[in-house]
Structures are given as C-alpha cells and as structure tokens.
C-alpha cells in the first residue's frame, strides 16, 4: 500500500481503505448482477418483481461503497439490463409489455444511478476525510517534533539542566496541553524532592497523592499512567540516566476526559529521557569538580605544612642554638656579640615568615581589596628602601624619570609588592652588586617599574612559575641555600593583579633577572589626581619675611 | 632622661620583663601593669612621664584606657600593636595616642620614640626657636631654613609643614592633624594636598628626595620628622 500520509487529496481509487483495481472494481460489478440474477431466477416462484429491484439495488449500492462510480454505473445499467431479460416479462427478451413494468424500468435505472453515485460520494468524501484526518495527524506530529526540538534544545543549552527546568516544564505543560506538572529532583541522600511545579492547584485536585506515587516511580523507575486506560490520571515518568533515576516528571492532562493526545506522550517520553541524561550528567560533573577541589587542598594543605613547618622551625633553631649556647658557655664578647646578632636576624626572619602567611590567607582568598588613594611612587620607595639596612639600601640604584605622575594604589599592599621585588633582588645576586629601580611612565595610562638584579637571571621556561605559591627555583645549587618562603613573588603577583596591573620576569641578554610591573594609572572610579593637586591649593607665596 | 618615670602596661610577662630590664638599663623608672584597669589607677596615683600602653589588653582594651587617660590627663601615651594594620594605628592616634610601635620592635626604636615624646611633652616654644636635626637647621623665630648651610626659600604653607612637624620631632603626626594644624579643620581629609606638599618640601630639603632623611612617611598613618641623634 502507498504511504497515505503523503497526499493531500488523493483519487478515490487511491485512498487508503478498499483500494481496489479498477478492473476488480468493474468484475465485481458483473459478478454482482450475476450472483443477483441467478438468486433470482433460482426463487422466482417465491420472489416478485419487486424483490428483484431491491436485490440489484443493493448490489448497486455496494459496488458503489467499495469500487466507486464507474462499477457502481456499470451495474446499475446490468442489472437493469438483467431485471429486464431474466424476470420482466416477457423473460429472456429485451422487450417490455407492460408499459408500468417500463415505467419500473426507467425508476429503477434513475434509483440504481442515484444509490451509486450517492454511495459513492458518501465513500469519496469518507476517504477525503481520512486523508484530511492524517493529514492533521502528521502536521500534529510535526509540531510534536519541533516542540521536542525546542525542549532538547533548551536542556542543551545549559550545563546547569537544574537552572532550566522551569522553562522545560513550562514547554512540557504546554506541548502536551497539560492542566499542570512538576519534576522531582532525587536528593543527595536519595530523597525525592520537588524541585518546579506549575499549577500546583491542579496537581493536588488530580485525586492522589501524587508525591507519594512520584516516590514510587522513581523507585521502580517504570512509568505510570501512559496505559491509554487510565487517561484522567497524572502521567509519571522517571528521569533516567545511565545509572539510575534522576528524578521525576509528573503531568496532570488538562482534558481529564480525553488525556493525553498520543503524540504528546512521544514527546514527554524523549523529553524525559533527555532530561534525565542531562541530570545525571551534571550531578557526574558536580562529583568530579568536587572530588578534584578536594584533591587540589589536599595537595595545597601538604605543601603548606612542609613548608611552614620548615620556615618556621629553621630561625627557631638557629635562636634556640645560639640562646643556649650563650648561656651554657663562655665566650668573648666579639663572639657573643655575632650569636646575638644572629639572634636578631632570625628573629627578624620569623616575623617576616610570619608576614607571608597572613599574607597567603589573602592569597588564597584573592581578598585583597586595594583601598586606593594617588600616591607618589618616589615616595612608596623611599618607605620601602628606608627599611633596609645601610648596605643594602647602598646596593640599590633609582633612576626615576622625570614628571613622574602619581598612582592610584594602596600604599600598604604596593609597599609589600615593592619590598619583596627588591629583598628578592638583594638576596639572589651576589652582594657587591647593584639592584636597580627604574621608574617610567609608559604613555598616559600606564606606569612602568622595574627591578633588576646581576644574580643568575630565571631557570628557562620558568618565567611565569616563579610566581607560584610555595616555588623555589630548582638547579642552582646556591639558590638552594637562599631561605624564603617561596610565597613573596605569588603575594606580587597576587597584589599588582588586584590593582588591574600586569607583573612579569625575565632574564636579561647581558644576564641577571628584570621584574617588570605595568600598572594602569587612570581606573575608572577615581576623580584624577591633577583635579585636586591643581586647584588653588592654599601655599601662599614665600616667605620673605624680615630677617 | 635618667630617673624620668615610665609606665608599662601590657598584659604578657615576658614583654613587662623585657622592657622594665630594657628601659632601666637606660636609667628611666618603670612602673608595670598588667591590664587598663590597673593602669589608670597607677596613671592616676602616681606621676608618671610617659606610657607605654598595649592595645591588645584584656578587659578594657589600650583604646578605651588612652580616651580615658586623655579625659585628664596629657601624658604622653606610645601604643604598642601585634596588627600591623594603620586602621588601628590611626584609630589609636586619633583617641589621644601620640605615637605607636609594631610588634616585634626593636628597643632601639621604642627608646628613640621615648625621647622624642617627653621632650615633646616638655617643650615649650619660645625657649627654642632654632631646631637642629643632622644637617637640617630650622630657625623659627626667623623663618629660616638651612640643608648643609645652605638657605631653602619655601612657600608658606612648606613651612609650616615642616615647622609643625620639628616641634613634633620623632613623632608621628597623622594626615588628619597636619591638615588640620596647618591649613584648618575644613581640611582634615584633603590627604591629597598634604602628599603634594611634601613631595615639594622634600624635593627642597631632602639631598635624595627618593630616600628621605628627615621627613619619613609612615605609609597610611602619617608623617614624621626623624631626629638624628
């Protein structure tokens, strides 16, 4: 048979039931007045003329309903052909005495063309109904299908199959033409939970408890109510993914008496199974992520004891060593003087260290939150050299340009950043040379500091780990006895990003380290600095006063 | 100053050990307490020429012990702080503190911020005019000033920056009572006209301005004049 639902309006002879060959349709035709025919003239003593009418009329009629028209007008004209050689009289002629049986004749023609032809209009337009019928059918189903697309789309979309399932049940209600639904989410303890609902009125009056059967659906992971049956009942349906049941989608039809049209069925189902793949697929993801933060702690928290228990305890034992041999034992006051000065050095030590560690807790958090003010960069270092030692502070060298404008920073933080750049640069080049700070502007929105040492430059390939927590650079066996925490480049870091500014390093051709900071000097919340410095501040003229 | 009497107020033992031993081997008296309440009754009991008060005290905290101190009396008050954040150094500075230490200090630094503050707490202004501190000589009867013998014209309002500060020599001063001191109450919050100024007063008296000898910034808090003993 044909595919029906391809035709709009199909021949009478193609439609879908009785399809019948024409040359069947006209054989029938004959054999019907036939079989007719020979009824009759078998029971002719019992049957009249008029008997004989009704038969032909009723093969008429049928042949019209299942082979059309032209078999219907073929014999309708045999069987008055027929009624007028076998049974009018004279029988076995053509010809007519009676001119009532005449009459009968002609009546008969007119009423076994009429039933045809009527007959077969009845079938045509049954068939055309038939072929409307599906064609609405398949328009049904298209629509049916877009609706589906749209909703595996929108589950798609997002990653998060949660943050959407409002929208999703929404579509759902309405591709079905539901009174109201709902989804059930399982729980991290396995509880079955709701998680949307829509119409919650129409849920209730549904006339269970239809949390309680949602409990059971989604213990059994078979659904209820899809049985054509049981239409005025809610459909449940698990959310299943590979694993198990994820959840579960419950829909009140809105038409109690007529359910669920069939294709939205389809459609729940595969919006179900979609559903449940993209749940299970998050809660998967969800696992992992967690699984993997808690491994990167663990990690983190490791490094972080062996760490700190080593920087903690190195001064200490450096102080305990000397304490206790200044009070156990005599010696001369240069030697005793050099034990106190390490003392003091590695007391020094620990309160840095100690520094560092308050300062990782902001690391971690990215909490640094610059309370900015406009600074003078000469002046953040000056604070910062006046914090070394003579010999130190003699190492460094500042070439500040000109006209420098000043920053937006917090003096504080930019201060630490500062610091450790030039401790770092003291500590790892040797100690008769030079640390150089170069300071220029890099155009209107950015200003440009630089810290050079003549140390061993940066490992190749090391440039950005260096500023890792914890990192220490590895090869150079001196570099091995340089103590530090390892955090003072991650804390720069972590500093100059939280001003909107970029730190880098790198090892210079003629050899030696350059840490070069970028920091941006017009961030869109702070009135520029020349608004204030520039207006008529009082200064007053100078003093010439007597002398 | 040999037999000036200092008082310590600090809730830890072994601070009130370290420096009663440190303060007295430079000849001062100390007095110890171990909490705010003990303090204010020895503060109100006995003369006493300075305190050294720990913010971090059980019971009343340093805060609330210097604003009472400071309803009677104008002792000078140096705070000492484990939190290195200038919030609670300014705090402490605007309740009635004069200066403040980190902990850890060095003796060094507190004997320094010692002297400075009595001597603040003595001076009265007419019997010296001229102030002297390394190469820095400020005449102030005359309105001099010299770097290394050399004479330095300076605006008004950069000398009397720099005159409030050599009065308040070896303290710090915060932001908020320079403004106000040298240009009035209503300027209390132009922070940014006190750094311009002082970026000029340096660029004027100081040999390197990028590493200041005299006038020393304690970042967030303020200024101060360094006196070089």
């Given at each position: 048979m044909p595919s029906p639902g391809a035709l709009p309006a199909g021949k009478p002879q193609d439609?879908?039931?009785?399809?019948?060959?024409p040359a069947l349709g006209y054989g029938l035709a004959v054999l019907g007045v036939a079989l007719a025919s020979i009824v009759f003239s078998m029971a002719r003593h019992a049957l009249h003329a008029a008997h004989a009418s009704l038969l032909f009329l009723l093969v008429v009629a049928v042949v019209a309903y299942v082979a059309g028209s032209g078999p219907a007008a073929v014999s309708a004209l045999l069987s008055f052909l027929s009624w007028n050689y076998f049974?009018?009289?004279?029988?076995?002629?053509?010809?007519?005495?009676e001119p009532r049986d005449l009459i009968a004749l002609f009546v008969f023609l007119v009423v076994a063309v009429l039933i045809g032809e009527l007959a077969a209009r009845v079938r045509e337009q049954a068939a055309g109904t038939r072929v409307r019928e599906q064609a609405a059918a398949a328009h049904v189903r298209e629509r049916a299908t877009n609706m589906l697309y749209e909703i595996s789309k929108l589950i798609s979309?997002?990653?998060?199959a949660i943050r959407v399932l409002p929208k999703v049940l929404d579509q759902l209600v309405r591709a079905s033409h539901a009174g109201g639904g709902a989804v059930l989410l399982v729980g991290p303890r396995g509880d079955l939970q709701p998680a949307v609902t829509t119409r919650v009125d129409v849920l209730d009056a549904a006339g269970e408890d239809w949390r309680a059967r949602a409990q059971q659906v989604s213990r059994t992971g078979q659904p209820i109510?899809?049985?054509?049956?049981?239409?005025r009942a809610p459909v449940y349906l698990p959310l299943s993914g590979a694993a198990r049941v994820e959840g579960v989608l419950v829909i009140v039809p809105g038409m109690p008496r007529r359910g669920l049209p069939r294709q939205s069925r389809r459609v729940l189902l595969t919006a179900a199974s979609h559903l449940g793949v993209a749940l299970e697929r998050q809660r998967l993801a969800a696992a992992a992520a967690q699984a993997e933060a808690l491994r990167a702690a663990e990690q983190f928290r490791n490094t972080f004891l062996s760490s700190v228990s080593h920087d903690l305890r190195t001064p200490l034992a450096s102080i305990k060593a000397a304490v206790t041999s200044l009070l156990h034992s005599e010696h001369s006051p240069e030697a005793q003087r050099e034990l106190i000065q390490a003392i003091n050095e590695e007391s020094d030590r620990l309160n840095a260290f100690v520094g560092d560690l308050l300062d990782l807790s902001r690391l971690d958090a990215g909490a640094w939150r610059p309370e900015r003010d406009w600074f003078d960069v000469t002046d953040l270092l000056g604070t910062v050299l006046g914090r070394l030692d003579d010999a130190a502070a003699a190492r460094v060298r500042l070439h500040l340009a000109p006209g420098l404008p000043m920053v937006p920073v917090d003096c504080i933080q930019m201060g630490q950043a500062l610091w450790n750049l030039i401790e770092n640069a003291l500590k790892y080049s040797p100690a008769d040379s030079p640390v150089s700070v170069d300071v220029t502007a890099g155009g209107k929105a950015v200003l440009r500091i630089s810290v050079s040492d003549w140390?061993?430059?940066?490992?190749?390939?090391e440039e950005e780990r260096?500023?890792?927590?914890?990192y220490r650079a590895t090869g150079d066996r001196r570099r091995k006895g340089v103590p530090g925490t390892g955090l003072g480049l991650a804390i720069v870091r972590g500093i100059i990003d939280a001003h909107g500014g970029r730190v880098r390093a790198y090892t210079r051709a003629e050899g030696g380290a350059t840490f070069e900071i970028l920091l941006p000097?017009?961030?869109?919340d702070m009135p520029a600095p020349s608004a204030l410095a520039d207006e008529p501040a009082p200064d007053g003229e100078e003093y010439a006063d007597a002398r | 100053m040999p037999g000036e009497r200092i008082l310590v107020v600090d809730d830890e033992p072994q601070i009130r050990r370290a420096l009663r031993s440190g303060l007295s081997a430079q000849g001062y008296e100390v007095l110890l307490a171990a909490d705010g309440e003990e303090a204010l009754d020895l503060a109100a009991t006995k003369p006493v020429d300075l305190v050294v008060l720990?913010?971090?005290?059980?019971?009343?905290?340093g805060f609330e012990v210097c604003r009472q101190l400071r309803e009677w009396s104008s002792i000078p008050v140096i705070v000492l702080s484990v939190r290195a954040g200038e919030k609670e150094k300014v705090a402490a500075l605007d309740q009635g503190a004069d200066d403040y230490l980190t902990k850890p200090f060095s003796m060094e630094e507190l004997l320094a911020r010692i002297r400075a503050n009595i001597r603040r707490a003595r001076a009265?202004?007419?019997?010296?005019?001229v102030f002297s501190t390394g190469d820095l000589t400020i005449d102030m009867a005359r309105h001099l000033v010299t770097v290394a013998g050399q004479e330095v014209r300076l605006r008004r309002m950069e000398y009397e920056i720099l005159r409030y500060l050599a009065l308040n020599a070896g303290r710090v001063i915060t932001h908020r009572v320079l403004l106000r001191e040298v240009w009035?109450?209503?300027?209390?919050?132009e922070t940014q006209y006190l750094r311009v100024h002082i970026g000029r007063l340096r660029s004027k008296i100081e040999p390197e301005p990028a590493r200041?000898?005299?006038?020393?910034t304690e970042p967030g808090v303020g200024y101060r004049l360094r006196v070089h003993e």
């Open positions: 439609a879908p039931r009785g399809t019948m060959a049974i009018i009289e004279p029988v076995h002629t053509f010809a007519v005495h979309a997002d990653t998060d109510g899809l049985n054509p049956l049981l239409v140390g061993p430059g940066i490992p190749p390939g260096i500023f890792e927590k914890f000097i017009s961030p869109p | 720990d913010l971090g005290l059980p019971g009343i905290d009265v202004p007419q019997s010296e005019p009035g109450p209503d300027y209390e919050e200041p000898r005299y006038i020393i």
